[in-house]
């Protein structure tokens, strides 16, 4: 029976039940521990590292692009795509559909994967396994296996994913979304919103500072980040209002350094925060 079948359809609420991406974990089994306010989750998962715990709030900041509820409902339509009109998953299919994840493995590896697997999930020997032909719910079973999901090959069938960038440090999401999630351009306003910060309330010395450090050094900073940086109370905001934020460095300790952007051009860096 395939995973969560027996179960009522699942979430996304307290408690719920689903499948979540662990960072060099493959899809594992989890459960929801909240709602958050911007749309993510806090996961935990059914089975921990060392670091899960030591901190036992869970995985904070999930996104949806992160968590697959009731995977086994969209099983069934994959697996008819991925064995293109065939009775089931043979070797080849089962090549097939880890390329379209972008997993390369040669016919040895792949034989061997192949295997072992059908050794330890359905005690088949070798010999009777070469030309084993999976169903759907044998075939659901190994992908599991191998730390897959429905909702992987889901979005690989649907549209080309684009890969956005994120980043979680102690478990705690510190930064990526996929725009689809946002439904709407992220802004400035966005981020003193956000951290509490007044967007009227600029600082005259620092907007000082940056028009010097511009002029002496020859270079434009980003209108952007001037604006950022120009408000009162934001240093403090942003150390204030994460776990795991940065300190904002003192300007008056900003170093430019100039780089070649190996292009021909040159580009500069400016550290501009540390970790705390």
């Known amino acids: 029976m395939l995973e969560h079948k027996i179960?009522?359809?699942?979430?996304?609420?307290?408690?719920?039940?689903?499948?979540?991406?662990?960072?060099?974990?493959?899809?594992?089994?989890?459960?929801?521990?909240?709602?958050?306010?911007?749309?993510?989750?806090?996961?935990?998962?059914?089975?921990?590292d060392d670091i899960e715990v030591i901190m036992p709030h869970g995985w904070y900041g999930m996104t949806k692009a992160e968590i697959s509820f009731n995977d086994t409902d969209k099983w069934a339509s994959v697996f008819d795509i991925l064995i293109a009109n065939k009775v089931g998953l043979g070797q080849k299919e089962f090549k097939n559909a880890l390329a379209l994840l972008g997993i390369s493995v040669g016919d040895e590896q792949i034989q061997k994967l192949w295997l072992q697997s059908c050794k330890r999930l359905f005690d088949i020997e070798a010999e009777k396994a070469e030309a084993l032909i999976l169903d759907a719910e044998q075939a659901y079973e190994l992908f599991r296996h191998l730390g897959l999901s429905a909702k992987s090959f889901e979005k690989r069938l649907n549209t080309k994913p684009e890969n956005y960038f994120k980043l979680y440090w102690n478990m705690v999401r510190m930064g990526g979304r996929e725009p689809s999630e946002i439904g709407r351009p992220v802004t400035l306003d966005d981020a003193f919103a956000a951290l509490g910060v007044s967007e009227s309330e600029v600082d005259a010395e620092k907007v000082s500072f940056f028009r010097a450090f511009e002029e002496s050094h020859g270079i434009l900073l980003p209108e952007t980040l001037k604006k950022f940086l120009s408000q009162v109370g934001v240093a403090s905001a942003v150390t204030d209002s994460h776990p795991n934020s940065p300190t904002l460095l003192p300007l008056e300790d900003w170093v430019l350094q100039r780089l070649d952007d190996g292009r021909g051009g040159k580009a500069y860096l400016i550290t501009i925060m540390i970790p705390h």
């Open 7 to 48: 179960n009522e359809k699942q979430g996304p609420f307290e408690g719920s039940r689903c499948l979540a991406i662990k960072e060099g974990g493959g899809w594992q089994q989890a459960t929801i521990r909240r709602l958050n306010e911007d749309g993510s989750f806090n996961i935990e998962f059914d089975i921990k």
